[in-house]
């Protein structure tokens, strides 16, 4: 994963510093900026380009969304690139906002910005949450970094030479500058432990936090079924970018030798990753085109709604640093299949079906939830009580806490 840093215009392997001397030109100059007492908080997502950046989009701004919820004393001040807060609209009711001329695709841009006009803003803070997994070489402390995951230590093949370059230069100086580090899952914090020799007490889990009123907006079953072409038969859902290690190619094979109810459909919601066009030939020579559904990105209402009326959401990603679906669905009542990697089956508990990554362990999977389903939502009712917005934000602010102490 990792997919915060981009995949346009990269010059990963260049030192930031460097960087910053060499372009600091092509940005505009800035007028002084006066400290603002009422934010003590600055969170920089300029890292965050809406659509582009998977999970850990979602996971910050329902952080924050929750961080709004609590009788805190933290009233932070995000910066933002232009199409977040086109995006994300309801975190401008909670805080005050400030947006980078950039549009944030560009990552050698970025990288300047926040050694530029991103320094000069908060250097008042009294705390700076750098949300994408890195820290930029200068800025004011203490800082809170989260890190989503470690995707480039254990699937280095799946990152470009550039930034496997990048990502093993900055990591282990922004390990090194952070207070207090944020992880999703007790599995990350481990890792993150173990591989920076970091004191356990350095690094927090912040969990993911899936919102009340989820679903709440979805379309009829009716509706969803006559849209997207689902017929009358059995759905399962797969919502995820078609990047390699999501798991795309062994779910088609699990279709194809296993699930071969021509009534059952696939669908396959997310944006267009790195294996798309190896999934596309997969879906042509398996003969499944009528059997998948690839509508790729799509309304979060119409999301939750496909999520709702599904036999079973299924993800057979073989790397997450959490798996928000995974909470999605058992927030929406709606059975879990997925493979047994590390932080995903500390997700899920015993709310699911974690199988290895064999065709074989999948066969009976279908029939296994139809026969368990009502224990199985049960289990899940109870399972995203620890998976709420609000108790994301509640373990944010005592990052905070922590990392002023």
Not at 9 to 15: A, I, N
Not at 225 to 253: C, M, N, Q, W
Request: hydrophobic share 45%; proline share 6%.
């Amino acid at each position: 994963m990792m997919q915060q840093h981009g995949q346009h215009g990269q010059r990963d392997g260049v030192d930031a510093a460097e960087l910053a001397a060499e372009l600091a030109a092509e940005l505009p100059a800035d007028p002084v900026v006066p400290r603002v007492e009422a934010a003590s908080v600055a969170v920089n997502l300029l890292w965050c380009v809406p659509g582009d950046v998977g999970g850990s989009e979602e996971y910050l701004v329902r952080q924050l969304l929750g961080l709004g919820e609590q009788a805190s004393d933290f009233v932070p001040t995000l910066y933002v690139v232009k199409s977040f807060i086109e995006t994300h609209p309801a975190l401008a009711k909670l805080y005050p906002i400030e947006v980078a001329n950039l549009t944030g695709v560009d990552r050698r841009r970025r990288v300047v910005a926040e050694h530029t006009w991103l320094r000069r803003r908060t250097q008042h803070a009294e705390l700076v949450h750098h949300g994408g997994g890195t820290t930029p070489a200068v800025g004011t402390r203490p800082i809170v970094l989260t890190i989503h995951d470690l995707q480039y230590l254990t699937h280095p093949g799946y990152h470009s030479k550039l930034k496997l370059q990048y990502l093993r230069r900055t990591m282990p100086r922004s390990v090194h500058r952070a207070s207090v580090i944020a992880t999703p899952t007790d599995w990350v914090r481990r890792t993150v432990i173990e591989e920076f020799d970091v004191a356990p007490d350095r690094v927090v889990v912040v969990p993911h936090g899936v919102e009340a009123d989820i679903g709440v907006e979805a379309p009829s079953e009716f509706e969803l079924r006559s849209v997207y072409g689902l017929g009358s038969g059995r759905v399962i859902v797969f919502p995820a970018i078609t990047h390699p290690h999501k798991g795309h190619e062994f779910l088609l094979d699990v279709m194809a030798q296993h699930w071969d109810d021509p009534d059952l459909r696939l669908v396959l919601l997310g944006g267009k990753g790195l294996a798309d066009q190896r999934v596309a030939a997969k879906i042509a020579e398996l003969h499944l085109e009528r059997r998948v559904i690839r509508p790729g990105r799509v309304p979060s209402s119409h999301r939750d709604g496909l999520l709702q009326l599904a036999h079973a959401m299924v993800f057979p990603s073989e790397y997450e640093g959490f798996g928000a679906p995974v909470v999605e669905a058992m927030s929406l009542d709606t059975p879990v299949i997925a493979a047994d990697q590390p932080a995903v089956s500390e997700v899920i508990g015993d709310a699911g079906l974690v199988l290895p990554r064999d065709p074989e362990a999948w066969a009976d999977a279908l029939d296994i939830v139809a026969d368990q389903r009502v224990e199985l939502i049960a289990a899940g009712r109870r399972r995203v009580t620890e998976f709420t917005a609000a108790k994301s934000g509640a373990a944010l602010a005592e990052a905070y806490r922590l990392a002023l102490s």
